[in-house]
């Protein structure tokens, strides 16, 4: 090759090398590039799923790229995260966890997963207190009534959750151990199945995300007999807050927020925080979250991240304080 040819083929090289260089920078800016999974760790109908489908709606409709929900129910919610903590950290796989891991750590002594090492907390997205509700024909009544019974005969009413080691799990033993009272648990695979039996009558009660009881109290399907915390919530100002009810000390909240796989790189990261919260702020999401009675923490990056910390740090005492044990 002479020395002019070699000139040209080395200036082809750098040429070529530089397109290359901006096109990945393209790639990147351009994130999302192609349809991104959101791994939801409980089955269809749930309170996670209440949030993350509106989301997912939004997302799409914003970034024209489908944000595909993908149910992996299980263990209480650390099937999916497991799952989501071993995915290919290419910045196209997400994570829509909530309160009930941040109580794994406490319940599970064998995960193999850690939720502070494995995966990334980008964003807290949904917050919505704690209810109790009941199927109507079960547990007639207020909830004067309802503690009557509970106290009058022991273990008779029982309770269904999303799965051992869950907030609904978690919130009612935090209620028995508060009022004195023993109610019977039973764990099933999500929120979702569980309300189902609620709702058929096979289970009698549920200590429960407002956000996934909203639509079937309205219906009259349940009945809510108290809000978790010390006031009303604006989306169901009829139902009694603990505080009023004799429980000032009874505040539990279900929030949801989305994580990344170790790894994901900090410009997919970034990306995808930036697309989740302006998905959450369309006026359709904010309608969706009122009408839920949640609020929208946007709650980010390292603010996020101690907040999960926390409320670790928190829940594994109330789980010592109660003695709770997966049935």
């Given at each position: 090759?002479n020395?002019?040819l070699?000139?040209r083929?080395?200036?082809g090289?750098?040429?070529?090398?530089?397109?290359?260089h901006?096109?990945?920078?393209?790639?990147?800016a351009?994130w999302?590039?192609?349809?991104?999974?959101?791994?939801v760790?409980?089955p269809?109908?749930?309170?996670?799923?209440a949030?993350?489908?509106?989301?997912?709606?939004?997302?799409?409709?914003?970034?024209g790229?489908?944000l595909?929900?993908?149910?992996?129910?299980?263990?209480g919610?650390?099937?999916?995260a497991s799952?989501?903590?071993?995915?290919?950290?290419?910045?196209?796989?997400?994570?829509?966890?909530?309160?009930?891991?941040s109580?794994a750590?406490?319940?599970?002594?064998?995960l193999?997963?850690?939720?502070e090492k494995?995966?990334?907390?980008?964003i807290?997205?949904a917050?919505?207190?704690q209810?109790?509700v009941?199927?109507p024909?079960r547990?007639?009544?207020n909830?004067q009534?309802?503690l009557?019974?509970?106290?009058?005969?022991p273990?008779k009413?029982?309770?269904?959750?999303?799965?051992g080691?869950?907030?609904?799990?978690?919130?009612?033993e935090?209620?028995?151990?508060?009022?004195?009272?023993?109610?019977t648990?039973?764990p099933y695979?999500?929120?979702?199945p569980?309300l189902?039996?609620?709702?058929?009558g096979?289970?009698?009660m549920?200590?429960?995300?407002l956000?996934?009881?909203?639509a079937h109290i309205?219906?009259?399907?349940?009945?809510?007999?108290m809000?978790?915390?010390?006031k009303?919530?604006?989306?169901?100002p009829?139902v009694p807050c603990?505080a009023?009810?004799?429980l000032?000390?009874?505040?539990?909240?279900?929030?949801y927020?989305?994580?990344?796989?170790?790894?994901?790189?900090?410009?997919a990261?970034?990306a995808?925080?930036e697309e989740?919260?302006?998905?959450?702020n369309?006026?359709?999401?904010k309608?969706?979250w009122?009408n839920?009675?949640?609020?929208?923490p946007d709650?980010?990056g390292n603010?996020?991240d101690?907040?999960?910390?926390g409320?670790?740090?928190?829940?594994?005492?109330v789980?010592?304080?109660s003695?709770a044990?997966?049935d």
């Open positions: 090759m020395a002019s070699q000139r083929h080395l200036l090289v750098a040429l070529a090398g530089t397109a290359l901006h096109a990945g920078a393209l790639a990147q351009a999302p590039a192609k349809p991104v999974t959101m791994i760790p409980f269809a109908g749930g309170g996670t799923d949030f993350a489908r509106p989301l997912s709606a939004a997302f799409t409709r914003i970034t790229k489908s595909v929900i993908d149910n992996r129910g299980g263990a919610g650390t099937l999916g799952i989501a903590a071993k995915a290919q950290p290419d910045g196209y796989t997400l994570f829509m966890g909530a309160v009930h891991h109580i750590p406490a319940m599970y002594p064998k193999d997963y850690d939720i494995d995966l990334i907390p980008m807290l997205v917050s919505v207190p209810v109790l009941v199927n024909k547990v007639p009544g909830f009534d309802f009557k019974q509970v106290k009058a005969s273990g009413l029982n309770y269904g959750s999303a799965g080691g869950t907030s609904h799990h978690l919130a009612g935090l209620f028995k151990q508060q009022t004195k009272t023993f109610i648990h039973i695979r999500g929120a979702g569980a189902n039996d609620l709702i058929a096979n289970v009698d549920m200590f429960d995300g956000g996934s009881s909203a309205k219906g009259g399907r349940i009945k809510a007999l809000v978790a915390g010390a009303r919530n604006p989306a169901f009829d603990a009023e009810l004799g000032p000390d009874y505040n539990v909240t279900t929030w927020g989305v994580w990344a796989p170790k790894g994901t790189p900090a410009d990261q970034k995808a925080i989740i919260r302006k998905s959450v369309t006026d359709e999401a309608a969706v009122a839920q009675g949640a609020e929208f709650l980010s603010a996020f101690s907040f999960v910390k409320e670790i740090r928190k829940w594994a005492q789980v010592k304080a003695g044990k997966l």
